[in-house]
């Protein structure tokens, strides 16, 4: 079985290392190659699905900065992905199915560490697909408000409208807005690239979350990013990155055996990977 990860800066990527961990729990031989199109043109992305299409790969996983772009070139889009605007993961068949294994994968983290409570008032940094992906979840786990901050307005607002004709209370502010009232809220998310090897930083800048706050990163390269180290440095819970990456590459995997795999005997081995993973990133 043939499958592989398009998208930018993807040389520090774990994601082979996990599918194939993933195939050699169930016997199934696998090769899984990176597609980094950083120093290509923009339309080599549309020409490459093609291309491991005809190659007999069973799909692709979907990272920055392709999640929304794809959706415009797929033949079937799963109710996640049309819900959410965003792919991160295809399959090849006779056509191309979009689905979104960021937003299951959330999902699972959060019942992960919080079980059935509902998450509060979250401050989510970031609106392009990841934070498409995890904004939904919170709103599917009844979230009490969420507060969106982008310096892409158009992004910002666009996905605020889509929250809200949910009827879910969703707002749009300002970096220099959330000084005077960050302690007001119960979990702090990034999900923007600040904090990856390839954009160094912390998308708080100077502001620090506090002990009563649960933060969490989808950046896990490195998995201790500033942001990260912030939040341990007070006391707070931390959430990493980490978890997103195992539990959407399972449902993932799931897709790409066509769930012929149980995703019952994959939840046996969960604890196994998160310190697998934990013991080789989290340093």
């Known amino acids: 079985m043939k499958i592989g990860l398009i998208g930018n800066n993807i040389s520090s990527s774990n994601a082979p290392d996990i ?28 020409v490459l699905l093609q291309e491991l299409r005809a190659a007999g790969f069973k799909g692709v996983n979907i990272t920055f900065p392709f999640k929304e772009k794809v959706i415009k070139h797929v033949d079937n889009i799963s109710k996640n992905s049309r819900n959410v605007g965003s792919a991160n993961t295809l399959i090849f068949k006779k056509k191309i199915t979009a689905q979104n294994t960021d937003y299951t994968g959330f999902l699972k983290t959060y019942n992960f560490h919080f079980g059935k409570n509902t998450p509060g008032k979250i401050l989510v940094l970031g609106t392009g697909g990841v934070s498409r992906a995890i904004s939904f979840g919170l709103a599917s786990l ?26 879910i209370n969703c707002v ?9 009232n960050l302690s007001s809220f119960d979990g702090i998310i990034n999900c923007t690239p600040v904090g990856h090897y390839d954009f160094p930083g912390c998308p708080l800048g100077n ?53 012929k795999e149980n995703d019952h005997d994959l939840t046996n081995h969960i604890h196994k990977l998160r310190k697998h993973y934990f013991d080789k990133l989290y340093i």
């Open 19 to 46: 599918h194939i961990r993933l195939a050699k729990i169930f016997q199934i031989p696998l090769e899984y190659l990176l597609f980094d199109l950083k120093d290509k043109e923009e339309n080599y992305f549309v």
């Open 142 to 167: 009844g979230a009490e408000k969420i507060i969106l901050i982008d310096k892409d307005e158009i992004k910002s607002n666009r996905l605020s409208k889509d929250l809200s004709i949910l009827n």
């Open 172 to 180: 749009v502010t300002k970096a220099d807005q959330i000084e005077k």
């Open 207 to 259: 502001l620090m979350p506090n002990k009563k706050q649960w933060i969490f990163d989808a950046v896990y390269t490195p998995a201790k990013t500033n942001f990260i180290k912030k939040g341990e440095q007070v006391g707070a819970k931390i959430i990493s990155g980490i978890d997103l990456f195992i539990f959407q590459a399972i449902d993932a995997f799931l897709y790409f055996t066509e769930n």
